[in-house]
């Protein structure tokens, strides 16, 4: 998660740099991005789209808004440049399926999704841009497994990256709370068996899970297994199985 996967960063690593070096081989690559963006959309507003993903996803919203990154109303030439940031394989996009089964993709609406980078290194970096205070201590949380809580979306973005690594297709679920006043949300849904795998990712506290527990019940017969992925230990609760992040592909790869 701190170094990402990019070659040039990779190799940074290898010949033991240290991670401000690292972080910069990171930013590098990310500006020659900005520099490609700019030769297809000379607005920049295909550049602002990459740009925002962290900040949309930290606000933890159900979906990610193209007004949100332009500041403005979104155009029909607004959405012919975000079709250009899909193809640029730059992002990793998931999409709210509304009514969960075995097809997900029957169900999934595509006017509401997520968008995730295709390095959770490059998201590390692009993270600062952000939020400038976290910059300094970032790769040490990282590295000490002290990462703040309200960073849970970092932890988001690599397990999106390992899903579609294992050629899944990424796909999420909402649904309202009895109060009608806030939202549950599965982070990530799979098929596997002819039933759904819920799964839910956090960056330290496991106490609460409310949004997989109600899944759990409302779909009970749907449901193959139900997986909390965090910094924690392997355990579980009842049918919730607990697991350390770093475990997600071996999970992947048995489902």
Request: charged share 25%.
């Amino acid at each position: 998660m701190a170094v990402g996967d990019m070659p040039q960063a990779v190799e940074a690593y290898i010949n033991g740099k240290n991670f401000d070096q690292i972080d910069m081989v990171k930013r590098s690559i990310l500006k020659l991005y900005e520099e490609d963006f700019y030769k297809i959309d000379k607005s920049g507003r295909l550049s602002k789209m990459y740009n925002s993903i962290p900040t949309q996803l930290s606000f933890n919203k159900k979906r990610y808004v193209i007004s949100n990154a332009t500041g403005k109303r979104t155009t029909e030439k607004d959405r012919e440049i975000f079709s250009e940031l899909l193809d640029s394989k730059t992002v990793l996009i998931s999409y709210n399926t509304t009514d969960p089964s075995v097809s997900l993709s029957a169900t999934a609406d595509e006017e509401s999704y997520k968008l995730y980078l295709s390095d959770t290194g490059l998201f590390t970096t692009l993270l600062f841009n952000s939020a400038d205070k976290l910059h300094t201590k970032i790769y040490a949380k990282l590295l000490s497994d002290k990462l703040d809580a309200n960073l849970g979306y970092l932890y988001e973005n690599a397990a999106a990256q390992m899903i579609t690594a294992s050629g899944n297709g990424l796909f999420y679920h909402t649904w309202k709370k009895a109060d009608n006043t806030h939202d549950y949300e599965i982070d990530f849904l799979l098929a596997s068996n002819a039933k759904l795998v819920p799964m839910e990712i956090k960056s330290s506290a496991v106490n609460t899970h409310k949004s997989i527990t109600e899944f759990a019940t409302k779909f009970s017969r749907k449901v193959y297994k139900q997986f909390l992925f965090s910094q924690k230990d392997v355990d579980n609760k009842e049918q919730l199985l607990y697991k350390p992040i770093y475990m997600l592909p071996f999970v992947l790869e048995e489902l």
